[in-house]
């Protein structure tokens, strides 16, 4: 597709750094350029993949705005597959700014968010899931979903659909052939069920399941404490971030809201939640912040149940188990510093038998390294099997591959079930759609035009 205008954007963030970034992309990419770039050099051939060094000069052709690097890459050789000219500038607002402005003035149209990839994807320089994956590398909150994204971008995933589809393909070619012979004979024949199907089925089964292993690596794993009020909980959350995020006090009672902080356990995000304590509440504020609690509860991947060693068990402490007791939780015993009012075999009891107990002082970081390696123990993410394959990431494309996994369910029930058949033939070609989906092959404007809008400006 040839886009008929040259689009322009800072492609770095804002604010003050030592370099700002400028991309241009479009037909009159390299014919903008010259107007405003003076090359230190006489001879500027402006090859393809080459930097030059020189001046950005104002309109008036007299004004120096700045003294910058400029690279050139021809179409269809380049990431838009179009011309596309990158200034790297000094990282001041103010001048990448200006010459922002002076690159509109010469006929550049702002670009949109995602418009360099919508065009990157339009001209076929990668697929749909390729442009996701950039998009997911750019908001990674950790180095394994950076890598899982940067897999997809050399085609890990897109790798993974092509196969699926020469599966689907090959499955309905037999079956074609099938409907052709009925026609040819008039006579019923039930065909055999075409030796792609079960692959197929199987293969993207096993795509579906890495998609909650990836889930881990990209969004990280819900951590919530919970306890009675005064347990340690708001200690705990602290030590663990090495902030002062929650206030600490000795009042029971303290913390109303949930407060939230990520942290970083061998590569994978953790989101802590500290929560109010859970007791009968004793005003309409502490009712909301337990009403918060119990809700929380529900997203948690794993759960920390707090008890405090230094004081009698309460009721309130078998209810917060007992009410958790099917979960993802580790119960772990806070304030071990001090002498204790009871033993760990004394609660044994309350927990599942498989759970568990671990001992612990927030307040002065005793056990903690137990602890994180417990929570990545019960969410599953130590197994890392999975990372070097390719993994489904996007719920979009979770989704396109459960429609496409019915779809094949459903085309080799009706030819188990000696159905005609075209009506596999025709749900076959439903879970083509289904893949194509996935990389853009076969997808309705509006819903590119959401996907990309999602992206940064300058991506
Ligand atoms: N000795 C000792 N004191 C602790 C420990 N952890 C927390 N504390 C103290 O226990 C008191 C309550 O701590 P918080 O962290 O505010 O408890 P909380 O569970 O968040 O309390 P609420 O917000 O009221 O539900 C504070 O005085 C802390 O200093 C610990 O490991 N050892
Ligand atoms: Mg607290």
Not at 94 to 105: D, F, H, K, P
Not at 152 to 181: C, M, N, P, W, Y
Not at 283 to 290: A, D, M, Q, R
Not at 345 to 362: G, Q, V
Request: proline share 4%; with cysteine; glycine share 8%.
């Amino acid at each position: 597709m040839l886009h008929q205008d040259t689009i322009a954007a800072i492609a770095t963030p804002f604010g003050m750094a030592g370099v700002g970034i400028i991309r241009i992309s479009g037909l009159e990419a390299l014919k903008i350029a010259r107007r405003i770039f003076q090359p230190a050099h006489a001879n500027c051939p402006w090859e393809t993949h080459h930097l030059y060094h020189g001046d950005i000069i104002s309109a008036d052709g007299i004004t120096i705005l700045d003294e910058v690097l400029i690279s050139f890459m021809r179409k269809p050789h380049s990431f838009t597959g179009e011309d596309i000219i990158e200034i790297n500038c000094h990282g001041s607002p103010l001048i990448i700014g200006s010459i922002l402005t002076q690159l509109l003035e010469l006929g550049c149209r702002l670009a949109r968010p995602g418009e360099f990839s919508q065009r990157a994807f339009f001209n076929n320089r990668i697929d749909l899931s390729q442009a996701e994956a950039l998009a997911a590398m750019v908001a990674a909150k950790s180095a394994k979903a950076y890598a899982i994204g940067l897999g997809q971008l050399k085609g890990s995933l897109s790798k993974e659909i092509e196969a699926l589809r020469t599966l689907v393909i090959d499955a309905l070619a037999g079956l074609e052939a099938a409907i052709d012979f009925t026609e040819d004979t008039s006579t019923e024949k039930i065909p055999l069920l075409p030796p792609q199907i079960d692959p197929a089925l199987e293969h993207i089964q096993s795509l579906l399941s890495s998609y909650r292993t990836a889930k881990v690596y990209t969004e990280g794993i819900n951590v919530v404490i919970t306890g009675k009020p005064n347990v340690g909980k708001s200690s705990l959350l602290n030590t663990l971030t090495g902030k002062k995020k929650a206030i600490v006090t000795d009042i029971p009672g303290t913390t109303r809201d949930l407060i939230t902080d990520t942290i970083n356990i061998s590569g994978i995000p953790v989101n802590l939640t500290d929560t109010a304590g859970i007791r009968e509440p004793q005003n309409v504020i502490e009712k909301e912040g337990i009403d918060l609690v119990w809700e929380s509860l529900t997203n948690a991947d794993v759960v920390i149940i707090l008890l405090d060693c230094s004081k009698p068990l309460t009721n309130e402490d078998k209810v917060i188990i007992d009410k958790n007791r099917d979960g993802n939780i580790i119960a772990a015993i806070n304030k071990i510093d001090l002498p204790p009012a009871w033993e760990i075999n004394t609660i044994e009891h309350l927990f599942p038998r498989e759970k568990k107990i671990l001992k612990i002082s927030a307040k002065f970081g005793v056990g903690l390294e137990e602890l994180k390696k417990t929570i990545m123990d019960l969410s599953g993410s130590g197994d890392d099997k999975n990372t070097g394959s390719a993994m489904i990431t996007n719920m979009r494309h979770k989704l396109a591959m459960e429609k496409a996994l019915k779809n094949i369910q459903v085309a080799k029930e009706s030819i188990v079930g000696g159905m005609s058949p075209e009506f596999a033939a025709f749900d076959l070609r439903e879970a083509l759609d289904n893949l194509d989906e996935i990389t853009g092959k076969k997808i309705n404007d509006e819903i590119l035009d959401k996907i990309f809008s999602s992206f940064c400006i300058g991506k």
